[in-house]
């Protein structure tokens, strides 16, 4: 079965710091993928990026970067830099390629607050 | 491009009342369809997906259904609310038999029942 950890429930920063959201996921599958999704104080949940198991190349756009480590199941997500606009709820999720499901697994998710 | 609907955007009903929230897609043709709930805590629950019309599948035993009338419409509907369905509901789509798939979501719709 398949699950996504987010361990951090809410994470606190100044304005300018860098932050990293930890995503911890299990699965048994050999071909999978992974998001993350910003969800604003708006409420609707924004895609942010997908990468599927092949590919563990780091990630960058602009100042977010995503750190994939199949070795530890880790799907890492940093912000550089933080903004205010950056206060959100992200989560993490998790499809699997095989099997007959189609609903992927969200972690929790983690509260980002940025104060200026 | 693809755009996905929900409305009303915010509703608060009392308890008892029924219930009947819409979802629709544009720009695509039969995608696999979602309703999520988000209480307060944050967490999303899946209420009910649907891979075609007329094939809806219910993850959480309660006083919710969902209907799909149209290849991308979604209704979640209720007879009676209860006080425990106060939530943040979230419809999303997929494109057809793609397991994995990104998820897109709808603005949502912020129920109240009092």
């Known amino acids: 079965a398949q699950k996504v950890t987010q361990a951090q429930t809410e994470i606190s920063v100044v304005e300018k710091e860098d932050v990293t959201l930890d995503c911890v996921y299990e699965t048994r599958d050999t071909t999978y993928y992974l998001f993350w999704y910003k969800q604003p104080p708006s409420g609707e949940l924004v895609f942010l990026i997908r990468?599927?198991?092949?590919?563990?190349q780091n990630e960058i756009s602009g100042r977010y970067s995503w750190n994939f480590q199949k070795s530890t199941s880790s799907f890492n997500f940093t912000i550089t830099a933080s903004q205010v606009v950056d206060s959100a709820v992200y989560f993490c999720a998790l499809s699997e390629a095989s099997g007959g499901s189609y609903i992927p697994t969200f972690g929790r998710g983690t509260s980002l607050i940025v104060h200026p | 491009s693809q755009t996905i609907h929900q409305w009303p955007a915010t509703l608060v009903q009392p308890v008892g009342s029924p219930l009947s929230l819409e979802c629709t897609v544009e720009?695509?043709?039969?995608?696999?369809l979602y309703w999520y709930r988000q209480a307060a805590g944050r967490g999303l629950q899946l209420l009910f997906y649907?891979?075609?019309?007329?094939?809806i599948s219910s993850e959480v035993p309660q006083n919710l259904s969902a209907s799909r009338p149209q290849d991308r419409q979604f209704i979640l509907s209720s007879k009676k609310l209860l006080l425990s369905d106060s939530g943040f509901y979230l419809c999303a789509w997929t494109r057809r038999a793609a397991r994995t798939d990104t998820q897109y979501f709808g603005p949502g719709t912020r129920l109240t029942v009092l």
């Open positions: 720009g695509t043709s039969n995608p696999n």
């Open positions: 990468r599927n198991s092949f590919d563990e």
């Open positions: 649907s891979i075609g019309i007329d094939q």
